[in-house]
C-alpha cells in the first residue's frame, strides 16, 4: 500500500490543523492505521493510531485531549484532527499502516508502510 499525507504546514500556538493521509493500491480496510512524529533532534514517537472499523482508537496521552484520529473507509483516507496546538508539537507528521495487528497498536514496529511525512511548525 502507498501512503501520502499532507494538510501540515504553519500555525499559530492555540490553532488548529488537519492532516489527512490518502491509501492507495490494496483495500484499505486491511490496514489498522496510525499517525507518528518526530520533532527536529528527536526520536519519532506515536500519536495516535485507529483500527480497521475505525471503532477503536488510541491516543498518546500527551495529545490524548486535543487531538483525535478518524478515517474514512471509502476514501482510504486517516485524519489527525489537532486542535490546541502548542510549539512542543512542531515534527514531521508520519502515517502509517498496520496490516497485521487488529487492535491500533503504539509501537511503530508493528507498521510495514509509511507515508513521507508532513511538515506542521506551530509557532509561538
Known amino acids: 500500500v502507498q501512503l501520502q499525507a499532507f494538510g501540515g504546514g504553519l500555525v499559530q500556538a492555540g490553532g488548529s490543523l488537519r492532516l489527512s493521509c490518502v491509501a492507495s493500491g490494496r483495500p484499505f480496510t486491511n490496514y489498522a492505521m496510525g499517525w507518528f512524529r518526530q520533532a527536529s533532534g528527536k526520536e519519532r514517537e506515536f500519536v495516535a493510531a485507529?483500527?480497521?472499523?475505525?471503532?477503536?482508537?488510541v491516543v498518546a496521552n500527551s495529545v490524548k485531549v486535543r487531538f483525535t484520529i478518524s478515517r474514512d473507509n471509502a476514501k482510504n483516507t486517516v485524519y489527525l484532527q489537532m486542535n490546541s496546538l502548542k510549539p512542543e508539537d512542531t515534527a514531521v507528521y508520519y502515517c502509517?499502516?498496520?496490516?497485521?495487528?487488529?487492535?491500533?497498536?503504539?509501537?511503530?514496529?508493528?507498521?510495514?508502510?509509511w507515508g513521507q511525512g508532513t511538515h506542521v511548525t506551530v509557532s509561538s
Open positions: 502509517a499502516a498496520d496490516p497485521t495487528r487488529l487492535v491500533p497498536a503504539p509501537d511503530e514496529d508493528e507498521y510495514d508502510y
Open positions: 485507529i483500527s480497521r472499523s475505525g471503532g477503536r482508537t
